[in-house]
């Protein structure tokens, strides 16, 4: 069993910079591939960028490629996105989740956290 709680969403006007955290606890956390996952409203969750165990293998949506980097540091039991050159089309709820695999897009995620809300103004 893992748990995912995610923080640093917030208001941010175009152009500006967040830095989301998903902080995981629970069982075999370091060896599980996060993803982060965004919804806006009326919208399909969509998938945003994924990283594997140890960090060597990243993957990003087109849409965010260029902008937001994730990391982890194990030793905070901690994944970061750090998203710049916001958009108000980023406005979303972003969510982690994580899976045993790295299988970037796959929406097949064993455990999600609970989200936190990105709100980027023009």
């Known amino acids: 069993q893992v748990q995912l709680v995610e923080s640093g969403g917030g208001l941010v006007q175009a152009g500006g910079s967040l830095r989301l955290s998903c902080a995981a606890s629970g069982r075999s956390r370091s060896t599980y591939a996060i993803g982060w996952f965004r919804q806006a409203p009326g919208k399909d969750r969509e998938f945003v960028s994924a990283i594997n165990w140890n960090g060597e293998r990243t993957y990003y949506a087109d849409s965010v490629k260029g902008r937001f980097t994730i990391s982890r540091d194990d030793a905070k039991n901690t994944v970061f996105l750090q998203m710049n050159s916001l958009k108000p089309d980023d406005t979303a709820v972003y969510y982690c989740?994580?899976?045993?695999?790295?299988?970037?897009?796959?929406?097949?995620?064993?455990?999600w956290g609970q989200g936190t809300q990105v709100t980027v103004s023009s």
């Open positions: 989740a994580a899976r045993p695999t790295f299988t970037p897009t796959s929406p097949m995620y064993d455990y």
